[in-house]
């Protein structure tokens, strides 16, 4: 069949090698195949959509390994959530690459790689069980190492170091948690309502210290504190790169792969019957609280969107600990909602870098005259994140709010809140500084940055309401359709 | 007909749109605020059948999706607010021609002004918590950018202090309607309410919209804002705050006590004492402290919190009286505040004095401006027949009827606090015999024609509304406060 996930994840290794094959200074053939790589990967997802609305689902055996393991996929609802989500967003990313890149060096290696990640997040998203995940996870991490060092700077490698040991340190955990629990509970296949329930009864402390272990370990891609630290480190990287790591690809793989231990391998009635979900949703809450703090003191705008990011990520692991249909709903819809969010702002922040220099908060005062749209593409993806209406955020805020009250533990709900008010004092001074203070900056001749790098923030940030004012036409009908799979 | 509502709130953002977009000319920009505000005044003033047969105007046709559809209906006490406060918005930018005659930014200004009075309209047009929630963030974001309108010191720290706030009360009315939500499934309203079984949920949610509505109101302990906030604005804006924004807060609290919550679960779990006592401290605090105040706007921004008190204490009480008074004091208190903030503007456009010390003799420079202010004073005490004494009247009458005696001495006490921090201003003005310098003999007032002619306006109405029959504020809010209960 023409839609199998296959060939979302063939086409972008494909695609990454014929981009190497051209030569550096060859931009406009490069530029306009890695946009065309991208779109191609888009079209061949999109489709899953009504696939899996309709209720049918696809599966495809690669390779068989023996004794039960294989690398298969699988076609169906989370998966397709988080496949189209990063599709769309790379297409975006990759049409504000041409024009982030088009004065760095080593372009060529920068888009072979960036085009390859697409593949191993297409290998995440249709993963059909923990083995298959596994893989496109670590090959993941290898493929984007040298995104993060791409500047080559001192501080790029040391970075890169850094990610890479988090990286197969996580990466190792994941491992270890695959084979004991291959080894308790035989077949690792996703399953909406989780594969362990049988073998609990036997293994009840090896099987809950593996949760956490996991945990750990898509743990530190989602930047669950205190395993965070690679990501503000990672954030000299490119723009573009950044934008990746935090809101499309790195990070959520992470959340994804929490979703996946979760869900649908230990399943909702083992979760409340071992009660782990509750020590996770304290480490959470932390989590969110205190990188929302942290977020205050940072004087880097990328750091401060970094540590923004670890905190709202929080948000969708802490809808997953809620155990509660609605907290699902708004911990998935999160994941969309986030990933829209957090790619305008760093977008707007990479224009910022480009066209005027200013890294730090203190530079940014009075930009607001030089770059007008594109600090009020900041300013709505930043209330957005805040939970203002009609922006996304509120939606999944909605729910997760919800969700703390169906579980009955409505000090979730307020940490949530605190989170919200935290978010107010780090993003508005932002915002009032850059347009209400006297600055070095003069009105922009003509448009304020390059097209390739404008159109597609102010794109987003038009997703960025229509997603909230339609939701119901958009992320929550599929949302609804997984987390009903799950609390069937 | 049915649709009146939702072009009521979508042309002014229409036109503050069209303002953006026709910036070149200062004159089109002016001509576009003055004819959307008028516009959408003419469209809520054509509900105005309905309000006096007590219908329900709307097409239940759903704008927005999520999490219930957020469709435009107006019954009579949407369109009773809509009307007064749509009103006060056309004077005020009428108003602001003259006051920002020479002002930067003026596309920004006009475009937000317009904006926000289709936000206010919104708040009240929206059938629903969530609609109601959704034009109460945009308003709080559009007053916030028009606080610090300057953008000079005083205005950016009030401003941030505001938004800050505000925020927070968001946040608060967000959390409110989520357990609401989870409790009933649904979020529209609802003569008499739908949610009948106190729970302790019910009990987060109602507090959680005690909070958020009453920081918009200026209610004590959330009333820090707004003193900082109302002087700081241009005074037109000053004025809106005052006499329009903050009643967004009392009828927020009105819907959800009426319209979301039955009334046993609000009696249940003791809300109705909360917001009597919080009101009382509310109207003392306020008085106690606009009495210490030198300038002049700070002066009436305290008064806005004391006036408040009024309206928060006539909805505390929970019968059909108190709630006329409440509504009938919502009424006049847009008029007479508007007056005396725009009293204060002009005073500032032609003298450039801010404080009540300097104002010596002013009733001789400006004799228009300072009559208006005086009549807006005299009201303010609550005189009859001026309008201000009706709800007094019925809020005291009220008190009496639920048994609560100790709160007429309340009002009485407020009243001549009232005149304790009005009647000086005014004698200051015509009376002075400290400064010998000052001329006694009357000269025009040298303001815009803008200015002058919608103060007078304003304070005319001031007292015209007592006298005008039949005086439909009077039957529209007894209509409603009787459909109510």
Redesign the interface.
């Known amino acids: 069949m023409f839609i199998s996930p296959f060939y979302a994840i063939l086409v972008p290794i494909l695609g990454g090698g014929l981009i190497a094959l051209l030569k550096e200074e060859q931009d406009g053939p490069r530029n306009a195949l890695a946009v065309f790589i991208s779109i191609l990967t888009f079209s061949i997802v999109a489709p899953t959509l009504p696939l899996v609305l309709t209720g049918e689902q696809l599966a495809f055996t690669a390779v068989r390994i023996s004794g039960g393991l294989s690398i298969a996929f699988r076609v169906e609802p989370l998966g397709v959530i988080f496949a189209i989500l990063a599709s769309m967003l790379w297409i975006f990313s990759v049409i504000y690459a041409t024009g982030y890149m088009s004065h760095e060096h080593h372009r060529r290696r920068f888009f072979t790689f960036y085009i390859l990640a697409l593949s191993a997040t297409m290998g995440v998203a249709f993963s059909a069980n923990l083995f298959t995940l596994y893989i496109f996870y670590e090959y993941l991490a290898l493929i984007t190492y040298p995104l993060v060092i791409h500047e080559q700077s001192a501080e790029a490698y040391s970075a890169g170091t850094k990610y890479i040991i988090y990286c197969f340190a996580s990466g190792a955990l994941v491992f270890l948690a695959l084979f004991t629990l291959a080894g308790i509970g035989g077949s690792l296949t996703f399953s909406p309502t989780g594969v362990l329930a049988s073998a609990v009864a036997d293994n009840r402390l090896l099987i809950s210290v593996m949760f956490f272990v996991a945990i750990a370990g898509f743990g530190v891609k989602a930047a669950l504190m205190p395993l965070h630290s690679w990501l503000p480190s990672a954030m000299v990287a490119p723009t573009p790169v950044s934008a990746l790591l935090h809101a499309v690809a790195i990070v959520k793989t992470g959340v994804f792969g929490i979703l996946r231990i979760m869900f649908y391998i230990y399943g909702v009635d083992t979760l409340r019957e071992l009660g782990v979900a509750n020590i996770l949703a304290i480490i959470v809450s932390l989590s969110i609280i205190v990188a929302s703090v942290l977020a205050i003191k940072q004087t880097k705008l990328k750091s401060r969107l970094a540590y923004s990011t670890i905190g709202q990520l929080g948000y969708i692991t802490l809808g997953a600990t809620m155990l509660s249909p609605y907290g699902l709903i708004g911990g998935i819809s999160h994941i969309v909602n986030h990933a829209l969010l957090k790619i305008v702002l760093f977008f707007c922040a990479g224009a910022i870098i480009t066209q005027t220099g200013a890294t730090h908060l203190n530079q940014m005062a009075g930009i607001g005259r030089r770059m007008p749209y594109t600090m009020f593409f900041f300013s709505l993806a930043s209330i957005g994140l805040i939970g203002v209406l009609p922006l996304t955020g509120y939606i999944s805020k909605f729910y997760l709010l919800s969700g703390s009250l169906q579980a009955g533990k409505p000090i979730l709900g307020f940490v949530l809140l605190t989170s919200a008010v935290l978010n107010s004092i780090y993003y508005l001074p932002i915002i009032i500084s850059a347009y209400f203070t006297e600055g070095s900056y003069d009105k922009p001749n003509g448009l304020e940055s390059p097209p390739s790098m404008f159109f597609p923030t102010a794109v987003l940030t038009v997703f960025c309401v229509l997603f909230g004012v339609f939701a119901h036409y958009t992320t929550l009908p599929i949302v609804n359709l997984v987390v009903t799979n799950i609390f069937q | 007909m049915h649709h009146l509502p939702a072009v009521s709130v979508l042309l002014p953002f229409l036109f503050a749109i069209m303002i953006i977009l026709f910036s070149r000319r200062v004159i089109v920009i002016k001509v576009l605020a003055v004819v959307g505000s008028f516009v959408s005044l003419a469209v809520v003033a054509a509900m105005f059948p309905a309000l006096m047969s007590g219908e329900t105007l709307g097409t239940g046709i759903p704008y ?4 219930l559809p957020i469709s435009f209906r107006a019954d009579s006490l949407s369109i009773f607010l809509a009307l007064i406060l749509s009103f006060c918005y056309l004077l005020a930018t009428i108003y602001s021609l003259g006051y920002m005659g020479h002002s930067h930014a003026p596309e920004r200004y006009y475009s937000l002004l317009v904006a926000s009075q289709g936000a206010i309209v919104g708040v009240f047009m929206a059938y629903s918590l ?1 609609g109601l ?2 034009f109460f ?2 308003m709080a ?1 559009l007053s916030f950018l028009l606080v ?1 309108h300057e ?1 000079d010191e005083p205005a ?1 720290f009030s ?2 202090k505001y ?2 706030m505000t ?2 009360a ?2 608060a009315v ?2 409110g309607l ?2 609401t ?2 409790l009933a499934g649904r979020l529209d309203f609802v003569p008499g309410g739908y949610i009948t079984q106190s729970s302790p ?1 019910a009990a ?1 949610a109602l507090f959680a919209f005690l909070a958020g509505f009453g920081l918009k109101a200026g209610m004590f302990p959330f009333h820090i804002w707004l003193p900082d906030a109302h002087p700081a604005a241009p005074a037109p804006v000053s004025a809106l705050l005052s006499g329009c924004m903050i009643k967004t807060g009392a009828y927020g609290i009105i819907r959800v006590i009426h319209f979301v919550y039955g009334l046993d679960v609000v009696r249940a779990i003791s809300f109705d004492r909360v917001l009597m006592v919080l009101a009382v401290i509310t109207i003392l605090l306020g008085s106690a402290l606009a009495m210490q105040q030198d300038h002049l706007k700070r002066r009436l921004a305290y008064s806005s919190v004391a006036q408040i008190g009024y309206v928060l204490l006539g909805i505390s009480l929970l019968t059909e009286r108190a709630m006329f008074g409440a509504l009938f004091h919502i009424f006049s208190h847009a008029l007479m505040k508007g007056t005396l903030f725009l009293c204060a503007g002009a005073i500032i456009t032609q003298t450039g004095k801010k404080y009540i010390s300097q104002l010596a003799g002013i009733g001789y420079q400006m004799p228009v401006v300072m009559i208006s202010f005086t009549i807006a004073a005299v009201t303010m005490v609550g005189i009859p027949p001026f309008n201000a004494f009706i709800s007094k009247w019925h809020l005291a009458v009220a008190s009496l009827e639920t048994g609560q005696s100790a709160l007429v001495a309340l009002l009485v006490l407020s009243s001549l606090l009232n005149a304790v921090y009005y009647f000086p201003i005014v004698i200051n003005a015509f009376f002075s015999n400290e400064n010998k310098s000052v001329k006694t003999s009357f000269i025009r007032d040298e303001v815009p024609a803008s200015m002058i002619w919608t103060t007078a306006l304003m304070a005319l109405l001031c007292v015209g509304f007592a006298f005008i029959y039949p005086n439909w504020p009077v039957i529209a809010a007894s209509n409603i406060a009787s459909a109510i209960f």
Do not use: R
């Not at chain 2, 927005?64 to 999490?67: A, K, N």
């Open positions: 927005l999706t999520f999490p969530i929630f959704l963030e945009i974001v610090i953008e950016m401003g941030s938004l800050f925020v927070g968001g946040l967000f959390f989520v357990v939500y989870y949920y987060y």
